[in-house]
């Protein structure tokens, strides 16, 4: 059963850092794509950052130049590093990936990053 854990989520202030992590378990099958969401209370889930096979990576415009998705093929890991935060930057904040061979996609639990002004 596949299973992604997320951490490194919490309360900081603004102007701070913070860095994600998402550990996949349960599949010994590569991350095709992994994406961070995140949804701040009352708002849908929006993707913030992806990153594809070859290291392509997309991000939203609002954490442009603040954010940085990774992934690490041979441990099955990614993060997300998030510089300057700024109080919108607070949601809970999802790991959501595709595997090779699989023909669904799984999310983690969430994690809370609170940016306090």
């Known amino acids: 059963q596949v299973q992604l854990l997320e951490s490194g989520g919490g309360l900081v202030q603004a102007g701070r850092s913070l860095k994600l992590s998402c550990v996949v378990s349960?599949?010994?099958?590569?991350?095709?794509?992994m994406g961070w969401y995140r949804q701040a209370q009352g708002n849908q889930r929006e993707l913030v950052a992806s990153?594809?096979?070859?290291?392509?990576?997309d991000y939203a415009d609002s954490v442009k130049g603040r954010f940085t998705i990774s992934r690490d093929n041979d441990e099955n890991t990614g993060s997300l590093q998030m510089n300057s935060l700024k109080p919108e930057d607070t949601g809970v904040y999802y790991c959501?990936?595709?595997?090779?061979?699989?023909?669904?996609?799984?999310w983690g639990q969430g994690t809370q990053v609170t940016v306090s002004s």
């Open positions: 959501n990936v595709f595997l090779l061979g699989h023909s669904n996609n799984y």
């Open positions: 349960g599949s010994r099958f590569s991350i095709i794509r």
């Open positions: 990153i594809i096979s070859g290291g392509i990576t």
